[in-house]
């Protein structure tokens, strides 16, 4: 994002030196105009992306986006329509799966159901005519790794989910592939088993420095998981970044609204300067200050963005001249540890504020109907031109 | 059998006259559901075979009904040693059960290596052409079986069709003699059997996971040869239930070797005819049922027991 010439107006995150900063950088897996077509549905339409070796890419979207045709794609199941996919320069143009130096670890785990868990593992590696005592040696590493010794001599019937993905897990790893790709791993996994299975992925990911390519539809697995997510709608890659750039800066009202929550005000251009910029919002019923420019034309139509947590409510009158509204509060859901807030601006939009019950209820508390300032500060919104 | 331990529901009241008239004398409704078919097979089943059983312990004569319970000197006697002891001692009954053993065995697997190809074809085609391949496959089961039978001796007979095509086309000066011999018996049992194999096989294939290959293909693994480590291996039930199928009423196949088959086709189903209209043994001719039957309840209970097994497993 760094390679662009014209000096931008565009929010930045600082981040330290990382390949897809550098360009010079070789990208491990190349993307290239990739299109697919099933008649004359377009489930991937004209994607181009580069992914460094040892990432962890999340490709992020709804069902139904062209997540899976991707990596699908990427494994040698389907074939593009047009455009071209590298593998460590490599072009992948007519070759077959088991020729290609990527293993895959699928949605429904697709364990052989005749083969023990031992089997299971070792089936990569004996189609590869590996020697009896490094298979065995191999798989008996992996299986350790995964902790599932005890189980080697189970079928996969036997076994609970989370030791079936385990077992899933350990079958794609242990042929070292250049490239794993995980469709939706974590997927069918309750919430307890699913925080520790991230994390387990994460270190192995350190520890064998396999480039990861993971389709999820969870934003939150993204966020945790990724060194870097691409999030997608209808067949088409519409933000590349690292997690905090995806939550932070949005480039446009898709990503804004599919990555967390968010307030949308529609609004127009009164100032567009090299250090702020002033959108009139009739939507909002006011003006919203920002302090960064976003390189458009004055009066052009542009949708600003809040996310919940960064806008703060009071009950004491605040003059300002922006960022800066009223309204009445219409809801309140009492989570523990934060709330979340309903209110009804004055134009008669409601939005979502999230603030931290910092203190135990007390006459200060915002209740129900209460009349609220809304404010926020000028580096917290993000203006989105689409 | 643990399967059925596994979730039996709890009992439902009884309700209306009828349920508390039941629920007084006993009966569950359970039993009752199971009474109807258990009755109909031992009426019509069980019944019978007793009859057949005790004929074939009987004496032959000459009256009507052909066989008597009774010795020449009046006593009720149980007559192993006339029918039993012929089947054993007569050379024609032991060959001609290998034979039909044989001729079984040989068309289960030629149904086999026919049906595989055709079942996975049918269960990897589009939805709407697997339901005209499937219609295709239960198409002849419209017409009578003896008529289809009669079918094929117009086709292979020295004047059939068969034959006045290739001389026609000039591929041959005389007519191949197709006709009443073993040839013919397997053509006839494995066109009419097929459908069989076909069927279970295609149930068993349908249901089978396709990211299974994928995965296979994914690990380094060729298409054929994930076909014999995945496929083959996962359909095994349906390869022994369609060989079932083919091989039980093939052993005792009657009208297949009789239309199209010749002298030396010598098959069990023949020869019980023979014995019981041609030479009105019946007490012989019930023996060799009973031999039949036996033969064939041991395939019949190992499939059992496999199913029971397959049961198991699944749950």
């Known amino acids: 994002m760094v390679a662009v010439e014209k000096p931008t107006k565009q929010p930045q995150n600082k981040h330290i030196s990382a390949p897809w900063t550098d360009p010079k950088a070789e990208p491990y897996i190349r993307i290239e105009n990739v299109t697919k077509k099933f008649g004359e549905f377009v489930a991937v339409n004209n994607v181009s992306l580069n992914v460094y070796r040892g990432e962890l890419f999340s490709l992020l979207g709804g069902s139904g986006c062209g997540k899976t045709t991707l990596l699908r794609m990427l494994a040698g199941f389907e074939s593009p329509t047009a455009g071209k996919i590298f593998i460590d320069g490599v072009d992948m143009a007519g070759i077959p799966p088991y020729d290609r130096p990527t293993n895959m670890m699928f949605q429904s785990y697709a364990l052989f159901p005749h083969m023990t868990v031992e089997q299971n593992v070792s089936f990569g590696l004996k189609q590869d005519k590996y020697p009896e005592p490094e298979i065995r040696q191999r798989v008996a590493h992996m299986l350790e790794m995964v902790q599932l010794t005890p189980f080697s001599k189970r079928k996969p019937h036997q076994l609970s989910g989370g030791q079936r993905q385990r077992v899933a897990l350990a079958r794609s790893l242990v042929k070292q592939p250049k490239l794993l790709l995980l469709d939706e791993p974590l997927g069918a996994l309750d919430k307890k088993l699913r925080e520790a299975t991230q994390f387990e992925l994460m270190n192995i990911q350190d520890r064998l420095g396999i480039t990861f390519i993971v389709v999820t539809h969870d934003q939150e697995e993204a966020m945790t998981l990724s060194t870097r997510i691409g999030v997608m709608n209808a067949g088409q890659i519409v933000q590349t970044g690292t997690p905090q750039e995806i939550y932070e800066y949005p480039q446009n009202k898709f990503v804004a609204d599919f990555i967390g929550s968010v307030n949308l005000f529609e609004g127009h251009i009164v100032e567009d300067e090299q250090d702020h910029v002033l959108i009139r919002s009739d939507e909002a019923g006011g003006d919203i200050y920002i302090d960064h420019g976003i390189s458009s034309a004055p009066g052009a139509r542009v949708w600003v963005a809040i996310r919940p947590e960064k806008i703060q409510l009071t009950k004491q009158a605040v003059n300002e001249r922006h960022n800066c509204l009223s309204g009445i509060v219409k809801g309140i859901a009492y989570m523990g540890n934060l709330s979340i807030y309903l209110v009804q601006l004055d134009s008669g939009k409601q939005i979502k504020v999230t603030m931290q019950n910092q203190v135990r209820a007390s006459e200060f508390m915002i209740d129900w109907d209460d009349r609220v300032t809304v404010t926020w500060h000028a580096n917290s919104p993000v203006a989105l031109l689409s | ?315």
């Open chain 2, 1 to 315: 059998m643990a399967a059925t331990d596994i979730a039996r529901p709890s009992r439902l009241p009884a309700s209306g006259w009828i349920g508390i008239l039941l629920h007084r004398l006993g009966i569950s409704g359970r039993s009752l559901v199971i009474a109807i078919p258990f009755l109909w097979l031992l009426l019509y089943f069980f019944l019978p075979f007793l009859i057949v059983l005790k004929v074939s312990l009987a004496f032959i004569t000459i009256a009507q009904p052909p066989y008597t319970h009774f010795d020449s000197a009046g006593n009720f006697v149980l007559n192993i040693g006339d029918s039993y002891g012929r089947l054993v001692s007569d050379a024609l009954y032991i060959k001609a059960y290998l034979n039909s053993l044989m001729v079984a065995a040989i068309s289960t697997v030629l149904c086999l290596l026919i049906g595989y190809p055709f079942a996975y074809g049918i269960a990897r085609s589009g939805p709407s052409m697997r339901n005209i391949l499937l219609m295709l496959v239960i198409l002849p089961f419209w017409t009578s079986f003896l008529i289809r039978v009669y079918a094929w001796i117009g086709l292979l007979k020295n004047n059939g069709l068969i034959n006045d095509f290739l001389l026609w086309t000039g591929i041959i000066d005389s007519p191949i003699g197709m006709m009443n011999t073993n040839f013919a018996v397997y053509l006839g049992i494995v066109y009419s059997y097929l459908p069989f194999m076909i069927l279970p096989l295609y149930a068993n294939l349908e249901k089978m996971d396709v990211s299974l290959l994928e995965a296979a293909t994914d690990l380094g693994c060729k298409p054929l040869k994930a076909f014999f480590l995945i496929t083959v291996p996962l359909s095994v039930p349906g390869i022994v239930a369609g060989s079932m199928l083919v091989f039980i009423p093939a052993v005792g196949e009657y009208v297949i070797p009789e239309l199209l088959g010749g002298p030396s086709s010598l098959m069990i189903g023949r020869v019980l005819w023979g014995e019981f209209f041609s030479n009105r043994d019946w007490p012989t001719a019930s023996a060799v049922a009973i031999a039949v039957l036996l033969a064939l309840v041991v395939p019949l209970m190992l499939y059992q027991k496999y199913q029971d097994k397959e049961l198991e497993k699944e749950a």
